[in-house]
């Protein structure tokens, strides 16, 4: 198999579109966008650019992930935790298992890498 690299260039790519779901909406409209641009062979790997309208919502981690935040401002609450507020240049990772909100203050666009667990 011949082992290439794969460029995270979106233009002209058209995303996937969606929403939370219903029952773990908190406040606002938060449609979103994703752009998958790379899945490992086992499906276990998958990396791409993800981007979201403000609101807030309920998140459970299956997988792990890394975020690397391009634009926007972000905040994250663990459960019983204090508030984690990113913005373009921050990185950070999710472990497999955090619960939580995921609250959009400005439109977010990030880099992300999900392992699944």
């Given at each position: ?31 979103n ?5 790379y ?17 807030a ?8 992930e890394f ?24 990185a ?16 977010t ?9």
């Amino acid at each position: 198999m011949p082992h290439t690299l794969t460029p995270f260039d979106i233009a002209g790519l058209t995303p996937e579109t969606g929403a939370p779901p219903p029952e773990r909406l908190v406040s606002g409209n938060p449609a979103n966008r994703t752009w998958n641009l790379y899945a490992a062979p086992d499906g276990k790997f998958f990396s791409g650019i993800w981007e979201s309208d403000p609101g807030a919502w309920r998140i459970e981690y299956s997988e792990h992930e890394f975020c690397h935040i391009l634009a926007g401002i972000s905040r994250i609450t663990p459960d019983g935790g204090a508030p984690l507020t990113v913005k373009a240049g921050d990185a950070f990772a999710i472990p497999a298992g955090f619960r939580g909100v995921w609250e959009v203050v400005e439109t977010t666009r990030k880099h992300y890498a999900i392992y699944e667990a």
